[in-house]
């Protein structure tokens, strides 16, 4: 009889407990909605128009550079009257 109130114990405890850290899975979660607002996108790797903003669990988040055009300084010629 204690044997069976023993088993049930344990089995009661085990099964009550969470089966997965749930923080852990809010974190990861929060950590791919991060991502996804930044225009991002998580891959297990980055290609090399992409930088890595953060980390979505174990894979990097990708995010494509903004393209800046180069700045062209004009000159003005002068025209000259004599």
Known sequence: MKIL???LMFVFSVSCGPSVPQ??????AGRKREC???RGSCKSECNT???VYSYCD???????REYQKP???T????TYTA
């Open 75 to 78: 000159t003005l010629s002068k």
């Open 23 to 28: 923080k852990n899975t809010r974190e990861i």
């Open 36 to 38: 996804y607002l930044v």
């Open 49 to 51: 128009w992409e930088y």
């Open 58 to 64: 174990t894979e990097p988040c990708c995010v494509v």
């Open 5 to 7: 109130y023993m088993l």
């Open 71 to 73: 700045i062209i300084e």
